[in-house]
Structure formats: structure tokens, C-alpha cells
């Protein structure tokens, strides 16, 4: 076993934090979850603007780089073409961007949105129905998508362009903080990422477990217990931990590759035989209503609630600003992930591309398993959020499955793929927690290392699982991963630094491409490292 690679302060570091937040909400669940509870409510309502700016500059920021001669930088070697094709490219990223959880927030997020509706809107009102709509695709579409990409600019730049053989945050703050990222700095920067990836982790997890059961449970008969959940879970850490071993090309490629054919089956099917002309219809006219109001809703605030000229409801708050900060908590994570998929494309490529084709996908699970559920409720064929809120969500989403056509079979399609997207986004994870915490990844972490997280992943949010925390563990990483909005402008200014400079120093490029001139980077930093400190005689 080979642990020379291992950056172990950065390891240790990671699994203590971890431990540290797990074992205090085993002995006092109750007085620990109050706590978290506390400085969630108090990060969201003092600072929740901030998530609000971060969101829209990352987005700005984005485009801007995309059309810039920043934008044609490519990825790689002179003339190398994408490492995989389009199809198998958009699976891996999507896949490891949404997870299972696209399946449950598709479903039945228009249903919270129905019954509270932002902007004082009348709850089960018409214009409450017309926002139900669109929320949830404003929630997982472009600023959610440029948040997840923003990481992925400094680290695919370094990795494949200045050929640094390293997938750390850490290291993609490098241009900014010099040689400190080499010491506690970088370890503290690194291990707040993994903490935080870990709770965002947990967040999927108590997600999806729940709803697979439900599934399990439509087509089995069998009760959906804890033991049932326990068996979901270790079926999946079985999956994904194979997935992990095999490697990048083998595992996580191939899985993710079932996963959006079945998720294409899925929604062919409920178009086709379901209400294809409301859901057409539907979508259109959310898309409208999001692209005339995307200002109003990314920068709405309720700061008139605080001080009792309207009736305060929480929206921004329990909405927006949590999917931001989910959101910035699994950014690094996809943004690591995405940098390492993306070698033989330009910036343009990887960025418009994964926000993009990222969008498009979730615009697709919302509007047509989204506006199935709406359809269902408003003609009466089947009362969804009553259904809801005396059986729980997980039981809502199989029941509105339970509508189609072939019942039973679209209930196993449905299960199945949510197994599949969970198993997806934990090996993606574990890959890149295990690439983190090496000094190098010349190819792929170290297998024992991918095996090591793999379970860490699954283990530790199933003993909070037994103890009802899980949601918990979620609300401590997003508090935890408050600095990364600090991070996420540090990797921006770190990646227009560098390339800068190394659009500078290279010899000429081509209108469409630029390649920069790796002997002319070498020789530029060989000399500025010589002007900071004399070199050893």
C-alpha cells in the first residue's frame, strides 16, 4: 500500500473535523442539533444577502470568461481532442453535479412552492400555481450550474494546461497565496472543502434513501423501515465502492452513462403518455416567467418582513439562499470533477457546456416529472400534496409515479435510477475526496485511498442516519462551508492571474485556440522564482 502520495495533515484533518462534528451529536443529539440549528439560522438571515451577490457575480463572471480570449484557452496539449465524447462527458458531469436528488426535488418541489409561494403571493392561488413552476427551475439552473463551474476554471487550468499534477482547491489558490498553500493555509482551505462536501454528501443521502425505500417498498410489499434504509445504503456503497476501484473510464464513466439513458427513457415515457401538451405547454411558460423575472428572484431579499410592513414567510431564506449555499458546499467537489473530465476542451467549451447542458437537464426533470405531479393535482386525478403531507414527501413522489402508465414498471425504472444517480454522485465524490488528499494524481488516486472514502462516505451518515441527524450533519457542513464564498472569489481572481500571464508570455496563437507555450510559462516562473529567493549554489 502506497502512502508516500498521501498529504496526510490534509487527510487526518478532514476525517477529525469530521468526527468531531459526528460524535458530539451522538452523545447530545438533542442539545446538538439545536446548536447547528442556531448558526444556520443565524449565517442565513445576517449574511444571506452574500450568498445572493456571490450567485449573480459568479454567474457575470462566467460569461464574461467564456467570451474572452481567456475562453479559448485549451485544455491540454496542441491539437488534443476531448479525452470523451459529449454524451459520456454530460452524463459524468450531471450526474455528479444533481444525484438522486434531482428526482426528488423535481417531483414535488412545485408542491412547497404551491402551498408557500414567495412575494406574498396567495398560498394555492392561479399566480401561486404560475410560480410553482418556475422556482424550480430557477433554483437548479444557470447560477446554480455557475457556481458549480467557477471551481473548475483554476484547477483544469493547472492541472492540464500548467501541468501540475495536483486536484486541490488549495493549489488552485496558488497565484494569490504564493507558497503558503504549502502550509496550514492550503491544509485549512482543503479540509473545509471535504468537510463540507461530506455534509453535502449526507444531504443526498437522507434525500434519496428514503424515497428509494418507498420504491422498494410500492413493488415489494415490504415495509419502509430503517432496516430496509440500511440495506439501500450498503447496496449502494457496494456499487459505488466498485465503481471507485475500477477507475474513471471503467466505472464512473459507465454508470453514469446507464444513468442518463434511463433518465432519457424516463422522461420520454411521461411525455409521451402523459399530458404531452400541458407539459409542453408548462415548461414554455415557466421558461418565459423565469427569463422576465431572473433579477427579481436571484436578488429578492423580504426586507420589508423584518421590520412588520409585510408578513415575513421565510422564502428567501428557507429557498434561495439554502440552494446557494448547498450549492457552493458541493461546488469545489464538481468543480474538481468537472476539471478532470474536461482535458481536450477549450474554457468556452467546459464552461458554456457545463452550464449549459447542466440547465438543460434539470429544466427537463422539472418540467416534465414536475408539471406531471402539478397536472395530476389541479385536474383531481390525484390529490399530491394532501397525499404529501399525511404520508411525507418519499411516499408523494412514488405515489405520483404510481400514475403512469405500466405502474409497477415506471415505480422500478423510477427506483433503479435513483439508485444509480446515488451511487453515481458517491463514487464522483469519493474519487475526488481520495484525489484531495494526495500530493499527486499523475493518472488516478490510489485505489485503497478511493476504496477509504467510499465507505467514509457511506459509514459515517448512517450512524446519523440511526439517530435521525443526518439533516443535521447537512445544516453543519453548509455552516462550515460559509468561507468558501471567500474561496470562490479567490479561485476566480487565481485563474484570471495566471492565464493572463500566460497568454502574455506565449509566442502567438490561433484565432479559434490558444495554446500557450509551455516552455515560455516554464522559463517565465523559473526566473520569478529566482528573483524571490537566489538559487542554491
Known amino acids: 500500500m502506497n502512502t ?9 484533518g478532514a476525517f477529525v473535523l469530521l468526527l468531531g462534528v459526528v460524535v458530539p451529536l451522538i452523545i447530545f443529539p438533542e442539545a446538538g442539533v439545536e446548536v447547528v440549528n442556531q448558526a444556520n439560522t443565524f449565517m442565513t438571515s445576517n449574511f444571506g444577502v452574500l450568498y445572493l451577490i456571490m450567485g449573480l457575480l459568479v454567474f457575470a463572471f462566467l460569461i464574461f470568461v467564456a467570451f474572452s480570449a481567456n475562453g479559448h484557452i485549451l485544455l491540454g496539449d496542441e491539437g488534443e481532442k476531448p479525452e470523451f465524447n459529449s454524451f459520456s462527458w454530460a452524463a459524468m458531469l450531471f450526474a455528479a453535479g444533481i444525484g438522486s436528488s434531482i428526482l426528488y426535488w423535481a417531483v ?6 404551491y402551498q408557500g409561494p414567495p412575494f406574498g403571493i396567495e398560498p394555492e392561488s392561479k399566480e401561486a400555481i404560475q410560480w410553482s413552476t418556475a422556482y424550480g427551475i430557477f433554483h437548479w439552473g444557470p447560477i446554480a450550474w455557475a457556481i458549480y463551474t467557477l471551481p473548475a476554471l483554476p484547477i483544469a487550468y493547472f492541472y492540464y494546461v500548467r501541468k501540475k499534477p495536483v486536484l486541490k482547491i488549495s493549489e488552485a489558490c496558488r497565484p494569490l497565496l504564493g507558497r503558503t498553500v504549502d502550509g496550514p493555509v492550503g491544509h485549512i482551505i ?20 428514503p424515497m428509494i425505500a418507498e420504491g422498494i417498498s410500492e413493488l415489494t410489499g415490504l415495509e419502509a423501515d430503517m432496516t430496509m434504509q440500511t440495506f439501500i445504503l450498503l447496496l ?12 474513471l473510464k471503467k466505472g464512473i464513466k459507465l454508470l453514469s452513462d446507464i444513468n442518463l439513458w434511463l433518465a432519457l427513457f424516463l422522461l420520454g415515457f411521461i411525455f409521451l403518455f402523459g399530458p404531452t401538451r ?8 415557466s421558461i418565459g416567467i423565469l427569463m422576465d423575472n431572473f433579477f427579481k428572484m436571484a436578488t429578492w431579499t423580504e426586507p420589508f418582513g423584518d421590520i412588520g410592513a409585510f408578513e415575513e414567510t421565510g422564502f428567501p431564506e428557507g429557498w434561495t439562499i439554502f440552494y446557494w449555499a448547498w450549492w457552493l458546499v458541493y461546488a469545489p467537489f464538481v468543480g474538481l470533477f468537472v476539471a478532470r473530465i474536461s482535458r481536450g476542451r477549450t474554457i468556452r467549451q467546459m464552461v458554456l457546456g457545463t452550464m449549459v447542458y447542466g440547465t438543460l437537464g434539470c429544466v427537463l ?16 386525478s390525484f390529490d399530491a400534496i394532501g397525499y404529501m403531507n399525511e404520508y411525507g414527501a418519499p411516499a408523494a413522489i412514488i405515489a405520483i409515479i404510481g400514475q403512469l402508465p405500466l405502474a409497477k414498471f415506471m415505480v422500478l425504472i423510477f427506483t433503479v435510477l435513483a439508485i444509480i444517480f446515488l451511487a453515481t454522485t458517491f463514487d464522483s465524490s469519493s474519487y475526488i475526496l481520495s484525489a484531495v488528499v494526495q500530493k ?20 459515517l451518515p448512517l450512524a446519523l442516519m440511526f439517530l435521525g441527524g443526518l439533516g443535521t450533519l447537512q445544516t453543519a457542513s453548509i455552516v462550515g462551508g460559509f468561507p468558501l464564498i471567500f474561496i470562490m472569489f479567490m479561485l476566480a481572481l487565481s485563474f484570471m492571474k495566471a492565464s493572463n500571464e500566460d497568454i502574455r508570455a506565449s509566442e502567438g496563437y490561433e484565432p479559434k485556440t490558444i495554446h500557450i507555450n509551455r516552455k515560455k510559462i516554464l522559463e517565465r516562473l523559473r526566473k520569478k522564482r529566482y528573483q524571490q529567493k537566489p538559487p542554491e549554489q
Not at 190 to 203: N, P, S
Not at 236 to 247: Q, V
Not at 278 to 285: A, Y
Not at 370 to 380: E, H, P, V
Open 4 to 12: 508516500k502520495l498521501i498529504d496526510w495533515p490534509t487527510f487526518i
Open 108 to 113: 414535488i418541489e412545485w408542491a412547497y412552492y
Open 190 to 209: 482543503d479540509i473545509l472543502f471535504m468537510f463540507g462536501l461530506m455534509g453535502g454528501a449526507g444531504t443526498t443521502l437522507a434525500l434519496g434513501t
Open 236 to 247: 449502494c456503497t457496494a456499487i459505488f465502492a466498485f465503481s471507485a476501484y475500477s477507475g
Open 278 to 285: 400541458f407539459l409542453t405547454e408548462t415548461t414554455t411558460n
Open 365 to 380: 426533470f422539472f418540467g416534465i416529472m414536475g408539471n406531471f405531479g402539478l397536472y395530476l393535482q389541479m385536474t383531481g
Open 440 to 459: 499527486e494524481v499523475e493518472n488516478e488516486p490510489l485505489r485503497w485511498n478511493r476504496l477509504f472514502w467510499a465507505f467514509a462516505l457511506c459509514l
